[in-house]
């Protein structure tokens, strides 16, 4: 696997629900970011991780939102008590320092 | 602000014209650019960079890019285009360590 993998591919969920969303950046990739994609828009930046850094939380949308990364490799994207609004697309790339960003296929989450 | 700009929402062009995207960035500094390409329920794909150096960039599938400091423009360019290109193209731009992306030109393809 030398690309970026993220799963589930497809997560359908009811409102109100907790999502955890997951990703697998390239070995060796020092920096992490998750984006929110909605429907027929562009990408919604939500979060960054560089390093052992603390992250840059500025893009998340609202303390429903939370990330973290373990020993600087997997992360996971949650989201709380969801509401239809998360309905998006949520993409991670990662990236080696701040350079070219990889991105991996998304996580498609559907709130009912 | 920072900010990328992809003035065209939608495109139409016809298979074996040429094409070209447009991408204006605003910065003190020149950042650094990318072209990404996302076809339907796929993930983005890099198509191109610039960091420095040669103004004019050659990408994957056959587009180019041209940096222009004066118009502070990154613009996409294919000169014929297949059907298979029809996707969306995003515009982005690394300044520190925060990608800033363009909202997106959708380029449709017809026979």
């Known amino acids: 696997g030398a690309g970026v993998s993220q799963s589930p591919s497809n997560k359908v969920t009811e409102k109100g629900k907790d999502v955890e969303l997951r990703c697998d950046p390239i070995?060796?990739?020092?920096?992490l970011y998750w984006y929110r994609q909605s429907l027929g828009q562009g990408l919604e930046f939500l979060i960054y991780?560089?390093?052992?850094?603390?992250?840059?939380k500025s893009g998340l949308p609202s303390d429903r939102f939370s990330a973290e990364r373990t020993g600087g490799s997997v992360s996971t994207l949650t989201i709380q008590r969801t509401q239809q609004e998360d309905s998006a697309v949520y993409l991670c790339?990662?990236?080696?320092?701040?350079?070219?960003?990889?991105f991996g296929p998304g996580t498609r989450l559907t709130v009912l | 602000a920072q900010s990328v700009t992809q003035p065209d929402i939608h495109i139409t062009v016809s298979e074996g014209a040429s094409l070209e995207l447009r991408c204006n960035y605003s910065?003190?500094?020149?950042?650094?650019l990318f072209w990404y390409v996302q076809s339907p329920g796929q993930g983005l794909q890099l198509l191109l960079k610039?960091?420095?150096?040669?103004?004019l960039v050659q990408g994957i599938k056959g587009f180019e890019a041209e940096f222009k400091r004066s118009q502070s423009s990154f613009n996409l360019r294919k000169p014929s285009v297949h059907w298979s290109d029809a996707a969306e193209y995003f515009c982005?731009?690394?300044?520190?360590?925060?990608?800033?992306f363009g909202t997106g030109t959708s380029l449709t393809v017809i026979p």
């Open positions: 910065y003190g500094a020149t950042p650094y």
């Open positions: 610039y960091f420095s150096g040669d103004t």
């Open positions: 991780f560089q390093g052992n850094s603390a992250p840059d």
């Open positions: 790339a990662s990236s080696l320092l701040e350079s070219t960003q990889y």
């Open positions: 070995s060796g990739h020092t920096a």
């Open positions: 982005a731009a690394l300044t520190g360590n925060q990608f800033y």
